[in-house]
C-alpha cells in the first residue's frame, strides 16, 4: 500500500561519497537513513531527509522556545510544522544532542551530559544484525534490517515511530492494530502537547476505549471527555458529519472481529493532511492550502456543548438547538429537581414509572436521529437481526435499550445496555440514528404524546413496538389520536386566550391609585411615572402612566404591549394590563414589594441586607430572565436598557426584569439592528451601542456584566473612585483582576469568606460580559451554564480587555454627542446622536 520511491543504489552512493570526502562519523543534511557508526548530532542544521523529500527528521526547538528535540516536520511547507516528538518530557537546553543508533538498534539521545541516554526506544524484540534508523516518505521513522529491508512492509520494521505517536495522526496509522510480527494487539494514544511551544503531553489523549462496543476517546487526564461513539458500518456514531462530508478524507477501515480492530486512515492521496490532538481538547484535521501557505481546518470537534461528555447526567438527552440543552429522556423526569432548575444536570433523570419484566407489558420508544449512547458497558453481538435484537432485549429484564450495531445495508447487529444510558446527543434531522428505549406500558403512552407535544424536538419520531400486546398498541394509538385532538384543541384556545391583554378601566385605575396621588408615586422611570395602587382587596399593583410627549402611536403601543404580554417567566415583571383612555396611556404591572435592586446596592441604609446568596441569587434570576428574553420565548428580544433600577423585587427577593418601553424584538434570522436613535442608561450602554449604533442580544450581555459588576461590588458603574479618577467601576475591576487583586472591589458589606469561589466565578463571568467586542462576549445560554458549573474557574475562558469608558462623557468620542435628556433620582437617559 504505501508507496516508497526508492533509491537505496543512490542514496548507498552518496553516503559512499561521504565517507570518502569526510571521515568524520556522523550523518549529513539530506541522507535519509542513520547506521550505528553515524549518529546524527545537533548543529542547528543536519537533518535526514525523507527519500521523497517529504519528511524531515532532526533537531528543532519549537516556535517560542529555544529548547532543543529531536522531531519529524514536513520537508517542503513553509511553516516548520512538527509531527512527531522523540523526547518530548526531556528537552535539551543546548546545541548538544545526539541521536544515535546502538549495534542492537535501540535508537538513542543524549544531551549535555553524553554519558546518559534521555531518551531511547527501547530494545527491539529480536536481535538484529545490522540495523539501521530511516525516515520513509509518510513520515514514519523505522529500524530495520539494513540488507533486504523492505520499506513497505511495517512487518519487517523491527520498531517504528508510528506505535509512539506524539499529537499527530497521519495518513498510514492505525488506533488499534495486530501487530503480525509479534500477535500482539496495540492500541494507540494521541496525547496533545502542553501548548504550542512545549511538546510535552499535555491534559488530552485521543485513544481507542476498547471495552463493549470500541469508541474513539477523548480523554482529559483520565476524565472521559469526549466520545465518538461506536462504529455502525456507515461511520462513528458520534460523527455523523464525517460520513456526509469528510468520506473524501478519511477512509475509515474497521474489521471487526474479536482480535483485531483497525480503525485507519486519513485518505493517501496527494493532498497534504493531518488530524491532531490540540492542547485545547479539540480534534482537528488540517489541510495544507499551498497557493496560500498556511494549513486550513476542515474539521474539528467538539464544536458544541452537547459534545462533552459531561454535558447531561445519565437518561437524558442533549440538544445543541434548544435551551436548555439538556432534556429527560421522554417519560423520565429529574433526579434532582431543584439542581436541574439551576441548570446543573449532573444528577440526570430517572424513570417514572419502573419497568415490569416479569408480566411481559413493557414496550420500546424509539429515539431518532441519535448519538447512541456511551456502549462502553454494552453488549455487541453482531450476528443477530434487529428483530432478534429486540427479542433478547425484551426478554431480558436488566435490558434498557437496544439498537442495531451495524446499519450499513439492511440493519443488523444487536447493541444492547444494560445500565443507565449517558451522553445521548440529538442531531438535526436527518443524521444519526434509532436507538429503542424500553418503558413501562405505563409511561409509554405520556412518552408519546410529550414527544409530540415538544416543539422543539420535531425529529424525535415514535414508534412503539410491543410484541405481546397488538391490542394494546391499538388502544394506544386510539388514545393518542383522542389526545392529540384535545391537546390540539386546548393549544389553540389557549393561543386565542393570551392575544388579549386586559382593557382596564381609566376610572377604575384612578380609584387604586386615588387619582395618581403624588403619595401613592413610587418613582419616576424614563417614560413616566409610576404610582402604587390597589384593586379590590388585596391585589397590589404598579402603574406606570406613559408620559403625553411621547410619540409613540397607539396602534405601536398596543402591539408592542400586546407583545410583551406575551412574555411569561418568573423573571420577569408580568403586565397585567394597560389603559388607553381619554388620552392616557397607562402600563399595570404587578407590584414588587421590595422595589428596584439599586435601592438595595447603592441605598446607604439597606445594603447590609443583602447577603451573598441573597446576590447571586438575583444573579442567576436575571441571567434566566434574560435567557427567556433572547432564546427561549416566541420571539427574539433585546431589552436595550437593562440597569440596576430597572431589577425589581418580590417580597422573597426575586428578581424581575422590568420596562420594556424600549425592547426590540428580531425576526427569525436577524440578529443585530442599526439604529439613529441611541436610548439607554449611561454606563450599561456597550462601547458599539454608542458609537455605531449597534444592538444585539451582545449588548444586552454588557449591561448585564455590569449589573453582576455592581451588584459584587456594590458600586455603580459610573462612579469615578477616588484613587483613580478616570476610571469608572470597570476599568478598575480590570486592572485590579490583573493584578489578582479583585477581592479588594467586593462589596464590603456582606461577608465573602465561605462563598469566595463562587464570587470569583461571578467576577470571571461579569468581566466576559463586558468584553470590548461583542463577538467575544459569551450568550446569556453560556453565561447561565458558567454560572452554575461545577468546573474549575481556570478552564473559563480568560476575559479580554472590557469595553469600559472614562467618567466624563466628552472624552467618550470626538464624534459622539451625549445630551442628558432627563435625570431624576440618579436614573439617566441619555440620547446620543452620531453626527
Ligand atoms: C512562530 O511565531 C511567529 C510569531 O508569533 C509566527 O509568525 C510564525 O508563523 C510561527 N511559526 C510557526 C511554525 O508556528
Ligand atoms: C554520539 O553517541 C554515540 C553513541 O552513544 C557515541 O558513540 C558518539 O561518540 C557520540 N558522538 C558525539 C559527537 O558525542
Ligand atoms: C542494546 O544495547 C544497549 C546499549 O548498547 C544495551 O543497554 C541493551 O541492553 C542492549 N539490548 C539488547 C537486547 O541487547
Ligand atoms: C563525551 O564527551 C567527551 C568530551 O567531549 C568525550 O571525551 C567522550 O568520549 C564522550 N563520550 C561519549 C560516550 O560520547
Ligand atoms: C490511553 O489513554 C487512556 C486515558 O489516559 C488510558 O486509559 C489508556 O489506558 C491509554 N491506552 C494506552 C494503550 O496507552
Ligand atoms: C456538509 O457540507 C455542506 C456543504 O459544504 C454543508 O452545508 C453541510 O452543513 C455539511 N454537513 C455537515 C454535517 O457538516
Ligand atoms: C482518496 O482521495 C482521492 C482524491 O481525493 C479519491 O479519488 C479517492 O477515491 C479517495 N479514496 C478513498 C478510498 O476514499
Ligand atoms: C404484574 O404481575 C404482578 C404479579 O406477578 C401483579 O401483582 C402486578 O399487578 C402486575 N402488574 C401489571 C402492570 O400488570
Ligand atoms: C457469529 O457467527 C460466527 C460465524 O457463524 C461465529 O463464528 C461467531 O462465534 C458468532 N459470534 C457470536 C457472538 O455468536
Ligand atoms: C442480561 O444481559 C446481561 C448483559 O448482556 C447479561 O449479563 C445477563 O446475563 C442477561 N440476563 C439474562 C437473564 O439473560
Ligand atoms: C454491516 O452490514 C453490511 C451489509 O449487511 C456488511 O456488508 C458489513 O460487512 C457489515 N459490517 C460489519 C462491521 O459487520
Known amino acids: 500500500m504505501r508507496r516508497r520511491i526508492s533509491c537505496s543504489s543512490s542514496s548507498a552512493l552518496f553516503s559512499f561519497f561521504f565517507l570518502l570526502s569526510w571521515p568524520a562519523c556522523s550523518v549529513s543534511s539530506g541522507e535519509d537513513t542513520l547506521s550505528p557508526d553515524r549518529p546524527l548530532l545537533d548543529d542547528g542544521a543536519t537533518a535526514l531527509v525523507s527519500s521523497g523529500g517529504r519528511f524531515r527528521l532532526g533537531f528543532f526547538s519549537p516556535n517560542g522556545s529555544t529548547n532543543r528535540y529531536v522531531g519529524i516536520w514536513y520537508n517542503k511547507i513553509s511553516i516548520q510544522t512538527v509531527v512527531w516528538v522523540a523526547n518530548r518530557r526531556q528537552p535539551i537546553a543546548t546545541l548538544s544532542g545526539n541521536l544515535s543508533l546502538t549495534n542492537n538498534g535501540t535508537l538513542i539521545i543524549t544531551g549535555e551530559d553524553n554519558s546518559t541516554a534521555i531518551w531511547s526506544s527501547g530494545s527491539p524484540a529480536s536481535g538484529l544484525r545490522n540495523p539501521v534508523a530511516r525516515i520513509l516518505d509518510d513520515g514514519n521513522f523505522v529500524v530495520v534490517e539494513e540488507a533486504g529491508s523492505n520499506d513497505d512492509d511495517p512487518n519487517s520494521f523491527a520498531w517504528q515511530s508510528f506505535d509512539f505517536p506524539s499529537d499527530t495522526f497521519l495518513p498510514g496509522m492505525v488506533l488499534r492494530q495486530k501487530q503480525l510480527r509479534t500477535g500482539a494487539i496495540l492500541n494507540i494514544n494521541f496525547t496533545a502537547w502542553m501548548s504550542s511551544t512545549d511538546p510535552a503531553p499535555g491534559q488530552y489523549t485521543l485513544g481507542l476505549n476498547v471495552q463493549g462496543d470500541p469508541q474513539v476517546f477523548i480523554w482529559r487526564g483520565t476524565q472521559p471527555f469526549w466520545r465518538g461513539g461506536p462504529w455502525n458500518g456507515r461511520w462513528f456514531s458520534g460523527i455523523p458529519e464525517v460520513a456526509e462530508n469528510a468520506s473524501w478524507l478519511i477512509n475509515v477501515n474497521v474489521e471487526q472481529n474479536i482480535n483485531q480492530i483497525s480503525y485507519s486512515a486519513i485518505n493517501q492521496s496527494s493532498v497534504i493532511v493531518r488530524e491532531i490532538m490540540d492542547s485545547s481538547g479539540h480534534i482537528q484535521i488540517l489541510v495544507w492550502i499551498e497557493a496560500e501557505q498556511r494549513w486550513s481546518v476542515c474539521w474539528d470537534i467538539p464544536k458544541d456543548p452537547c459534545d462533552l461528555m459531561s454535558s447531561c447526567g445519565p437518561n437524558t438527552y442533549c440538544s445543541s438547538n434548544t435551551s436548555p440543552q439538556c432534556a429527560c429522556l421522554p417519560a423520565f423526569h429529574p433526579r434532582n429537581q431543584r439542581n436541574w432548575d439551576l441548570w446543573d444536570w449532573s444528577d440526570g433523570c430517572t424513570r417514572t414509572t419502573p419497568l415490569d419484566c416479569q408480566n411481559n407489558t413493557d414496550g420500546f420508544f424509539t429515539l431518532s436521529g441519535t448519538k447512541l449512547p456511551d456502549t462502553s458497558r454494552s453488549t455487541v453481538n453482531a450476528n443477530l437481526s434487529l428483530v432478534e435484537c429486540r427479542a433478547l432485549c425484551f426478554s431480558n429484564c436488566s435490558c434498557r435499550a437496544y439498537a442495531p450495531s451495524n446499519i450499513s445495508g439492511i440493519e443488523s447487529g444487536c447493541l444492547i445496555w444494560t445500565d443507565d444510558l449517558t451522553d445521548i446527543k440529538v442531531y438535526r434531522s436527518g443524521l444519526g440514528q434509532d436507538l429503542y428505549v424500553r418503558l413501562a406500558a405505563a409511561d409509554l403512552a405520556s412518552a408519546i404524546s410529550e414527544a409530540l407535544r415538544s416543539h422543539s424536538n420535531r425529529n424525535i419520531l415514535m414508534i412503539v413496538l410491543l410484541p405481546l400486546a397488538i391490542l394494546f398498541l391499538a388502544s394506544v394509538a386510539y388514545s393518542i389520536w383522542r389526545w392529540k385532538k384535545r391537546s390540539s384543541h386546548i393549544d389553540y384556545e389557549a393561543e386565542e386566550k393570551d392575544m388579549e391583554l386586559p382593557l382596564f378601566d381609566l376610572n377604575t385605575i384612578k380609584d387604586a391609585t386615588d387619582g395618581f396621588s403624588t403619595y401613592n408615586k413610587l418613582g419616576q422611570g424614563g417614560f413616566g411615572p409610576v404610582y402604587k395602587g390597589k384593586l379590590g382587596e388585596d391585589q397590589q399593583i404598579a402603574v406606570k402612566r406613559l408620559s403625553k410627549t411621547s410619540s409613540q402611536g397607539v396602534d405601536e403601543f398596543k402591539n408592542e404591549i400586546t407583545l410583551i404580554a406575551k412574555l411569561q417567566h418568573r423573571n420577569l415583571v ?88 424600549m425592547a426590540r424584538i428580531f425576526g427569525g434570522e436577524e440578529s443585530e439592528s442599526i439604529t439613529k436613535r441611541v436610548v439607554g442608561t449611561y454606563g450599561y450602554m456597550s462601547p458599539e451601542y454608542i458609537i455605531n449604533g449597534i444592538f444585539s442580544i451582545k449588548s444586552d450581555v454588557f449591561s448585564f456584566g455590569v449589573i453582576v459588576l455592581e451588584i459584587i461590588s456594590g458600586k455603580r458603574n459610573r462612579d469615578a473612585d477616588q484613587s483613580m479618577e478616570q476610571l469608572n467601576l470597570l476599568g478598575n475591576l480590570w486592572i485590579k483582576w490583573k493584578e489578582g487583586k479583585y477581592i479588594d472591589l467586593v462589596d464590603k458589606n456582606f461577608s465573602h469568606l465561605l462563598s469566595e469561589n463562587q464570587i470569583l466565578r461571578c467576577i470571571k463571568v461579569g468581566l466576559l460580559c463586558v468584553q470590548k467586542k461583542p463577538e467575544d462576549r459569551p450568550t446569556m445560554s453560556s453565561v447561565l451554564a458558567m454560572l452554575v458549573s461545577v468546573d474549575n474557574i481556570s478552564l473559563l475562558p480568560e476575559p479580554k480587555q472590557p469595553g469600559f469608558f472614562i467618567a466624563r462623557p466628552s472624552s467618550v468620542s470626538s464624534d459622539v454627542n451625549i445630551r442628558e435628556l432627563e435625570s431624576v433620582n440618579q436614573v439617566s437617559i441619555t440620547e446620543i446622536a452620531g453626527r
Open 574 to 661: 408580568k403586565l397585567l394590563g394597560c389603559c388607553i383612555q381619554g388620552g392616557e396611556r397607562l402600563l399595570i404591572y404587578e407590584y414588587m414589594f421590595n422595589g428596584s435592586l439599586d435601592t438595595f446596592l447603592f441605598g446607604e441604609a439597606q445594603t447590609v441586607l443583602l447577603d451573598w446568596r441573597a446576590r447571586y441569587n438575583i444573579i442567576l434570576g436575571v441571567a434566566r430572565g434574560l435567557l427567556y428574553l433572547h432564546h427561549d420565548s416566541r420571539l427574539r428580544i433585546v431589552h436595550r436598557d437593562l440597569k440596576a433600577s430597572n431589577i425589581l423585587l418580590d417580597k422573597d427577593m426575586n428578581p424581575k426584569i422590568s420596562d420594556f418601553g
